[in-house]
Structures are given as structure tokens and as C-alpha cells.
């Protein structure tokens, strides 16, 4: 599975932002899918997750109720929904597959990773 994510970019606190990962290969309908991201000079965190069939996600209670992760398994596309965006939310973003149907929140448990595209928030 190759991973192609998109959308990132400025937005002021409060805007709005939706990133896009397009995924190649056959087997993106039948793997998990994640969202993570990178701040400079911090660990790479957990965002977001989302089951192959899109019934389950999982989110971080720093974004919870503010982001919303979905899938077009047609499409073979994941999305990360960005609401309330707060300087904090600055960070690369990455998203993620795993070859598991259910949802999954551990970095270590995701096999491949696309390039990342960045999210600046401002104040």
C-alpha cells in the first residue's frame, strides 16, 4: 500500500481543514487506517483511527469532538476532518495502514506510512 496525504496548510484558530490520503494497492479496503502527527521536536502521536469497513474509529482526547476520521473504500481514500483548529493542532500530519480490520491506536501496530503534509495554525 502506497500512501498519498494531502490538504494541509495555514489556517487561523477556529478555521477549519480536511486532509485527504489517497491510498494505491488492493488491500486499503480491507486495512485499518490512521491519521498521526509530528509537532517539531515532539514524539509522533496517535490522532486518529478508523476500521476497514469505516463502523469504528478511535480518537485522542486532544481532538476529540473537534475531528472526525472517515473512509471511501470506492474511492480508496481516508479523510481527517479538521474543526476548531487550535495553535497547538500545528503539526505534520500523517496517515497510516494497517493490516487489520479493527480499529488501531498504537503506532508500532501500523505497516505503512505515507510522506506526511503539514497543518499551521495560527494565533
Known amino acids: 500500500v502506497q500512501l498519498q496525504a494531502s490538504g494541509g496548510g495555514l489556517v487561523e484558530a477556529g478555521g477549519s481543514l480536511r486532509l485527504s490520503c489517497a491510498a494505491s494497492?488492493?488491500?486499503?479496503?480491507?486495512?485499518?487506517m490512521g491519521w498521526f502527527r509530528q509537532a517539531p521536536g515532539k514524539e509522533r502521536e496517535f490522532v486518529a483511527a478508523?476500521?476497514?469497513?469505516?463502523?469504528?474509529?478511535a480518537y485522542a482526547d486532544s481532538v476529540k469532538g473537534r475531528f472526525t476520521i472517515s473512509r471511501d473504500n470506492a474511492k480508496k481514500t481516508v479523510y481527517l476532518q479538521m474543526n476548531s483548529l487550535r495553535p497547538e493542532d500545528t503539526a505534520v500530519y500523517l496517515c497510516?495502514?494497517?493490516?487489520?480490520?479493527?480499529?488501531?491506536?498504537?503506532?508500532?501496530?501500523?505497516?505503512?506510512w505515507g510522506q506526511g503534509t503539514l497543518v499551521t495554525v495560527s494565533s
Open positions: 478508523i476500521s476497514w469497513s469505516g463502523d469504528s474509529t
Open positions: 494497492g488492493r488491500t486499503f479496503s480491507s486495512a485499518a
Open positions: 497510516a495502514a494497517a493490516a487489520k480490520f479493527r480499529v488501531v491506536t498504537i503506532l508500532y501496530e501500523y505497516d505503512y
